[in-house]
Nanobody, 123 residues
Framework: EVQLVESGGGSVQAGTSLRLSCAYS????????MAWFRQAPDKEREGVAS???????DYASSVKGRFAISRDNTKNTLFLQMNSLQPVDTAMYYCAAANKFASDMSVSWYNYWGQGTQVTVSS
């Protein structure tokens, strides 16, 4: 069984940083590619950043240059470093995993999801 547990969210001021973590467990074949998504109130869930099995990363244009996704396979942890946070980044952030080698920024690509961690950025 695959489990994803996010942590690291919080309430911060604009311009500051946060690092989200996602501890994952289960068969390695189930977490070949991973991603971070976010969902603001009354909005659809959107892809923020993804990382393929080979380590190729991709970012939403709104976060490119500010956010960085990485993973430590020795610790089974996915990270999202978020810098220069803005109020528009306020959302629930979700970790996702797929059994596919390539990554993608679409919700339907991923098989497993965490419960989310809230990020609130005030101006």
């Amino acid at each position: 069984e695959v489990q994803l547990v996010e942590s690291g969210g919080g309430s911060v001021q604009a311009g500051t940083s946060l690092r989200l973590s996602c501890a994952y467990s289960g068969p390695a074949s189930s977490t070949r590619s991973m991603a971070w998504f976010r969902q603001a109130p009354d909005k659809e869930r959107e892809g923020v950043a993804s990382i393929s099995f080979a380590g190729t990363t991709d970012y939403a244009s709104s976060v490119k240059g500010r956010f960085a996704i990485s993973r430590d396979n020795t610790k089974n942890t996915l990270f999202l470093q978020m810098n220069s946070l803005q109020p528009v980044d306020t959302a629930m952030y979700y970790c996702a995993a797929a059994n596919k080698f390539a990554s993608d920024m679409s919700v339907s690509w991923y098989n497993y999801w965490g419960q989310g961690t809230q990020v609130t950025v005030s101006s």
